[in-house]
């Protein structure tokens, strides 16, 4: 199988990124930063190849698809995504440009870029990393959680019409990761050990995709928040700003 | 805005030029209010084309979203508002086909205008909403649940919405924030889009009627509301309602 990961240098991505080579595939690993993953690709005798790209640049994603014209993929997680945390209408205007090419027109131009210039295996399967955020709210992060909805509602969309060309499509809503770029964006006080595993979230999204899923809540705590968000769904904005927003020390971005 | 009780109030309406923005503008300069229009179009008259002297038109194109807010707040300035009591954020680009043909720049520019406008100009005239306990309305689409051929103006709305919901939270007691989603209206943005109708226009929901709902929702500050297109059927079938709007 060929697999192609967008932030594959940190946190989930990596994760992603050693679960599918230890499986014995081969992956396109692209990021920003990639002297990391050059090691890796050296490592890994030919299974791994590194593709830098800058996906708030689509000059440079653009870029990134010419390179893949001889590849035939199996499997695509559009996972490289940013936050923005604090009070909305401190953040300068330039992170949440940054913010929302990263997390919103990147995959969306890699999705319609794969699919349309028929880079993709039929049967292939792409997938997208929403986040709990959708059905719960995220007040501290709006715009973040706005990219967030955008991506889980083209997923939605392009789900029939990707149909034709025999691609699938799997979104991921995934709730507090154990990642160092998740710690930077958490509230005061947030318990580490009740964030998920980027291992086991790896793992999990690697099965979904695997039996073709629409959709995944990882974890029984993200199914929990799904059906508070489903019925009560100003209640649990309410609740994630008490927990997130009115706790937030400063702004990062 | 509580009601309109006769106080001349500073109102911004964006994508101004024409369809829901034209009429929601000179709606509520004809009450009287001060109304800052903005548009992607250079006007060359803007008191002619309106037809009322207290519009303001300024120049705003959405495709570079940072400037378009620099643009607003500028003008703000210059006209001396020291509050806003309401904020129409309507401007919207489409883009309908088959999302696997969606070319980049399409992608791209629905995005800049649709959605990261939005929250530039939101950031921006925040102390203004805040100096008055304003509203923010969004303008969001019924399309917002996912629609396979309009596939990113989807997604766009549906972050706008998700923007409302996390942002109406923040800023609570200090100003209001409402999303409401229009269904298909007989404006000019379908053809623009790319899509000919023909027939499936009568069904539509006209801009007038939207503006209408926009106004009423706007008076009653709900939180969201959706304008079906039946919206338009009902009021077509008791005009009793007519008097109210």
């Given at each position: 199988?060929?697999?192609?990961?967008?932030?594959?240098?940190?946190?989930l991505g990596r994760a992603l990124?050693?679960?599918?080579?230890?499986?014995?595939?081969?992956?396109?690993?692209?990021?920003?930063?990639?002297?990391?993953?050059?090691?890796?690709?050296?490592?890994?005798?030919?299974?791994?190849?590194?593709?830098?790209?800058?996906?708030?640049?689509?000059?440079?994603?653009?870029?990134?698809?010419?390179?893949?014209?001889?590849?035939?993929?199996?499997?695509?997680?559009?996972?490289?995504?940013?936050?923005?945390?604090?009070?909305?209408?401190?953040?300068?205007?330039?992170?949440?440009?940054?913010?929302?090419?990263?997390?919103?027109?990147?995959?969306?131009?890699?999705?319609?870029?794969?699919?349309?210039?028929?880079?993709?295996?039929?049967?292939?399967?792409?997938?997208?990393?929403?986040?709990?955020?959708?059905?719960?709210?995220?007040?501290?992060?709006?715009?973040?959680?706005?990219?967030?909805?955008?991506?889980?509602?083209?997923?939605?969309?392009?789900?029939?019409?990707?149909?034709?060309?025999?691609?699938?499509?799997?979104?991921?809503?995934?709730?507090?990761?154990?990642?160092?770029?998740?710690?930077?964006?958490?509230?005061?006080?947030?318990?580490?050990?009740?964030?998920?595993?980027?291992?086991?979230?790896?793992?999990?999204?690697?099965?979904?995709?695997?039996?073709?899923?629409?959709?995944?809540?990882?974890?029984?705590?993200?199914?929990?928040?799904?059906?508070?968000?489903?019925?009560?769904?100003?209640?649990?904005?309410?609740?994630?700003?008490?927990?997130?927003?009115?706790?937030?020390?400063?702004?990062?971005? | 805005?509580?009601?309109?009780?006769?106080?001349?109030?500073?109102?911004?309406?964006?994508?101004?030029?024409?369809?829901?923005?034209?009429?929601?503008?000179?709606?509520?300069?004809?009450?009287?209010?001060?109304?800052?229009?903005?548009?992607?179009?250079?006007?060359?008259?803007?008191?002619?084309?309106?037809?009322?002297?207290?519009?303001?038109?300024?120049?705003?194109?959405?495709?570079?979203?940072?400037?378009?807010?620099?643009?607003?707040?500028?003008?703000?300035?210059?006209?001396?508002?020291?509050?806003?009591?309401?904020?129409?954020?309507?401007?919207?680009?489409?883009?309908?086909?088959?999302?696997?043909?969606?070319?980049?720049?399409?992608?791209?520019?629905?995005?800049?205008?649709?959605?990261?406008?939005?929250?530039?100009?939101?950031?921006?005239?925040?102390?203004?909403?805040?100096?008055r306990q304003g509203q923010l309305?969004?303008?969001?689409?019924?399309?917002?649940?996912?629609?396979?051929?309009?596939?990113?103006?989807?997604?766009?709305?549906?972050?706008?919405?998700?923007?409302?919901?996390?942002?109406?939270?923040?800023?609570?007691?200090?100003?209001?924030?409402?999303?409401?989603?229009?269904?298909?209206?007989?404006?000019?943005?379908?053809?623009?889009?790319?899509?000919?109708?023909?027939?499936?226009?009568?069904?539509?929901?006209?801009?007038?009627?939207?503006?209408?709902?926009?106004?009423?929702?706007?008076?009653?500050?709900?939180?969201?509301?959706?304008?079906?297109?039946?919206?338009?059927?009902?009021?077509?079938?008791?005009?009793?309602?007519?008097?109210?709007?």
């Open positions: 199988m060929k697999a192609l990961i967008t932030g594959a240098a940190n946190g990124l050693e679960q599918l080579l230890d499986d014995g595939h081969e992956v396109i690993a692209v990021d920003i930063m990639t002297e990391d993953l050059d090691r890796l690709a050296v490592q890994s005798r030919g299974a791994c190849r590194v593709v830098m790209a800058d996906m708030a640049n689509v000059t440079s994603i653009e870029r990134c698809l010419r390179s893949l014209r001889e590849d035939k993929l199996d499997l695509v997680i559009l996972n490289a995504g940013i936050s923005a945390t604090g009070k909305f209408e401190e953040i300068p205007l330039g992170a949440y440009e940054r913010l929302i090419h990263i997390n919103l027109t990147a995959p969306l131009t890699m999705a319609a870029g794969l699919v349309g210039q028929g880079l993709m295996q039929r049967k292939g399967r792409i997938v997208f990393v929403s986040s709990l955020s959708h059905v719960v709210g995220y007040p501290g992060a709006s715009v973040y959680a706005a990219t967030k909805d955008a991506i889980a509602i083209y997923a939605r969309s392009i789900a029939k019409p990707f149909r034709k060309s025999g691609v699938g499509v799997t979104t991921v809503f995934p709730g507090p990761i154990r990642t160092e770029h998740a710690q930077r964006h958490a509230p005061k006080g947030a318990k580490e050990n009740k964030r998920m595993e980027p291992k086991e979230l790896a793992r999990m999204i690697l099965k979904a995709a695997k039996r073709g899923k629409k959709e995944l809540y990882p974890g029984s705590a993200a199914g929990m928040a799904r059906l508070a968000g489903y019925l009560f769904p100003n209640f649990m904005t309410r609740m994630m700003r008490r927990i997130i927003f009115d706790k937030l020390d400063g702004n990062t971005y | 805005m509580a009601q309109d009780t006769g106080k001349a109030r500073n109102i911004l309406v964006t994508g101004a030029t024409d369809g829901i923005g034209f009429l929601l503008a000179k709606s509520y300069a004809s009450r009287g209010h001060r109304v800052l229009a903005t548009g992607r179009q250079t006007l060359s008259d803007d008191a002619a084309y309106f037809g009322l002297p207290n519009i303001t038109y300024v120049t705003a194109d959405q495709a570079f979203p940072a400037q378009a807010a620099h643009a607003v707040d500028a003008a703000m300035e210059r006209l001396g508002f020291e509050g806003l009591d309401l904020a129409i954020l309507n401007a919207g680009v489409g883009w309908t086909g088959d999302p696997a043909a969606e070319p980049a720049e399409q992608i791209a520019t629905q995005i800049d205008v649709n959605l990261s406008a939005p929250v530039m100009i939101s950031a921006t005239i925040a102390p203004l909403l805040f100096a309305v969004l303008i969001g689409s019924t399309a917002a649940k996912g629609q396979a051929r309009f596939a990113t103006y989807a997604a766009t709305k549906a972050g706008l919405a998700g923007f409302a919901r996390s942002l109406r939270e923040e800023w609570q007691g200090r100003a209001h924030v409402q999303i409401i989603h229009p269904g298909p209206t007989r404006t000019a943005m379908h053809t623009k889009a790319g899509l000919n109708l023909g027939l499936a226009r009568m069904m539509f929901m006209s801009p007038k009627r939207a503006s209408k709902a926009i106004q009423k929702s706007v008076r009653n500050h709900e939180r969201q509301r959706k304008l079906s297109w039946f919206y338009g059927l009902r009021a077509l079938f008791s005009r009793a309602g007519e008097g109210r709007l």
